[in-house]
């Protein structure tokens, strides 16, 4: 029995003593910068001290870990302006394969550009027809109505009806030239972007005009000095 107990003391110790030495390892110490620039080995560390940055300690003193201090305002904006032109960098480079898939010299994209805003073009000289053509017969209907006023007649409610829907069809169109002239000047904005974005790229310059006014003055100079 005396030593079923001497066993049991014997093992109560040891855990206690294990307890106690894993308490102690488990107890760092931290050392850091307080407010006036002193150097403190605590137990605990403020939390505004914790913004400075400090280090770890073990029970024997050595550096467990070092926390490196809060990154202050202007860092973090800066962290930030550094990822947003990664960001944009990354874009553009993918923007840049696009655009060599599409086009490997400036020329070609100009050529498209041309061809493209011809087609535009085409449209709009075919509207302009249309109008030239609707705004003769509506000529006519209102001189027809004109007439029947000064004959002191009635003007019919089916002619009034065709000079309202011709004016209608003529503004209709007008519409359409306007909106198809706005998207010559977006489409012809966003090519001469992609041709600058080409040149810069590829290293190589255009040598076709953008502009018919490019167009006139290169056949003039060529017409001069042939």
Not at 41 to 55: F, M, N, V
Not at 77 to 102: F, P
Request: hydrophobic share 35%; aromatic share 4%; with cysteine.
């Amino acid at each position: 029995m005396a030593n079923r107990l001497t066993a049991l003391s014997v093992k109560t110790t040891a855990l206690a003593l294990a307890l106690g030495f894993s308490a102690q390892a488990a107890a760092n110490m931290y050392r850091y910068t307080d407010e006036n620039g002193q150097i403190v080995i605590s137990s605990t560390i403020p939390q505004e001290a914790t913004k400075r940055g400090y280090d770890i300690l073990s029970n024997n003193g050595r550096v467990i870990e070092t926390i490196p201090p809060a990154p202050t305002e202007e860092e973090i904006a800066a962290r930030e302006a550094e990822k947003q032109r990664q960001k944009e960098l990354a874009e553009q480079r993918e923007q840049d394969r696009a655009l060599l898939k599409r086009f490997s010299h400036p020329d070609q994209a100009a050529k498209a550009m041309h061809r493209k805003i011809r087609e535009l073009e085409g449209l709009i000289q075919l509207k302009r027809g249309n109008i030239s053509v609707i705004s003769s017969q509506l000529d006519n209907e209102q001189s027809r109505a004109a007439n029947m006023e000064r004959a002191g007649r009635e003007i019919p409610e089916g002619t009034l009806e065709k000079i309202r829907r011709l004016e209608a069809q003529i503004r209709d169109i007008e519409r359409e030239i306007a909106s198809q002239t706005q998207e010559i000047d977006e489409l012809r904005k966003a090519f001469e972007d992609d041709i600058e974005r080409l040149e810069e790229v590829t290293g190589e310059a255009r040598t076709l005009p953008l502009r018919s006014e490019e167009r006139r003055v290169g056949k003039e100079c060529r017409s001069r000095w042939s």
